[in-house]
C-alpha cells in the first residue's frame, strides 16, 4: 500500500485537559494534525475509524488499562506507531507496554523536545521496517518522508498537499513506470481526468527541476505516465 501524504496525524489519548492543551499546542506547531481522546474506547474508535499515522497513549484511562488499548490495536492488525505516555516509572510497565507493541515510552512530566524526537524515531523505524527509505537523495534532490520536507540543490522547497502527494508516490515507486492510471487512482481514487495529474506534474518539475523543459528528475514516459529518477 502507498504511503498516505501529508502531514502527520497524530492521536493523542490522555483524560487531563491540560495535557490535552499542551500537546496540541506543541504539535500543531510542528505541523502536525492532532486527534483527541479522552479514554479507550474513543481511542479505538478514531485508529479503527480513520486515516491516524501515530498514537501518543497515557496507561491511566478512565474506562480501561492503556496496556489494553495497546493490545487491542496490535490485534486489529493496525502497524502505527505507539509511544506511551504515563506517570507510571516502573521497569515492569515500560517492558510490558513494549512487549505488547508500543514503539517507545516517555514518563512524564516531559520535555516537548524529548517528545517530538521519539515520535520522529518511531515513524523513520516504522518506515524503515516497512522497506520504505526515511530519506530519498537523487542527485540535487532530497526528500524526508519522515518531516516531509524537501530540499533541491541545498534549499527547502513548499508544496501543497495535493502536490507533496504526487511526488511521494513517484518517491515510493522511484525508477518504475507509473501509469496515468495508477497515479489517478492513488491520488484521486480514479476519479479524475488526466490533465489533474498533468498540471501537477508541470508545478512538480517548476519546483523541482533546474530546468523544467528538459526534465533530470521526473521523467515522461510518452503515452504511458511518469517515471521519477532512481536514487542515488
Not at 496540541?24 to 479507550?40: F, I, M, P
Not at 526515511?134 to 522547497?157: K, M, N, Q, S, Y
Amino acid at each position: 500500500m502507498t504511503p498516505r501524504a501529508g502531514p502527520l496525524r497524530v492521536l493523542v489519548v490522555d483524560d487531563e485537559p491540560a495535557i490535552h492543551r499542551f500537546l496540541r499546542a506543541s504539535l500543531e506547531s510542528q505541523g502536525y494534525v492532532v486527534a483527541q481522546a479522552v479514554d479507550g474506547a474513543s481511542a479505538l474508535q478514531v485508529v479503527r475509524r480513520s486515516a491516524t499515522d501515530l498514537v501518543v497513549l497515557d496507561l491511566g484511562l478512565p474506562d480501561m488499562d492503556g496496556l489494553d488499548v495497546v493490545r487491542k490495536i496490535r490485534e486489529s492488525g493496525a502497524t502505527l506507531p505507539i509511544i506511551i505516555l504515563s506517570s507510571r516509572e516502573n521497569e515492569s510497565a515500560k517492558v510490558a507496554a513494549l512487549d505488547l507493541g508500543a514503539d517507545d515510552y516517555v514518563t512524564k512530566p516531559f520535555g516537548v523536545d524529548e517528545l517530538l524526537a521519539r515520535i520522529r524515531m518511531a515513524q523513520r523505524h516504522r518506515l524503515q521496517q516497512e522497506g520504505e527509505k526515511p530519506l530519498f537523495h537523487a542527485g540535487d534532490l532530497c526528500v524526508d518522508l519522515v518531516r516531509r520536507i524537501v530540499t533541491v540543490r541545498g534549499e527547502e522547497v513548499k508544496f501543497s498537499p495535493r502536490e507533496y502527494e504526487v511526488l511521494r508516490l513517484l518517491v515510493a515507486h522511484a525508477g518504475k513506470v507509473l501509469t496515468h492510471r495508477f497515479m489517478l487512482r492513488e491520488i484521486w481514487g480514479g476519479d479524475a481526468d488526466v490533465q489533474y495529474l498533468r498540471i501537477y506534474i508541470r508545478a512538480l518539475r517548476q519546483k523541482i527541476e533546474a530546468d523544467p523543459e528538459r526534465p533530470q528528475h521526473i521523467l515522461t514516459e510518452t503515452g504511458v505516465g511518469y517515471r521519477l529518477r532512481e536514487p542515488d
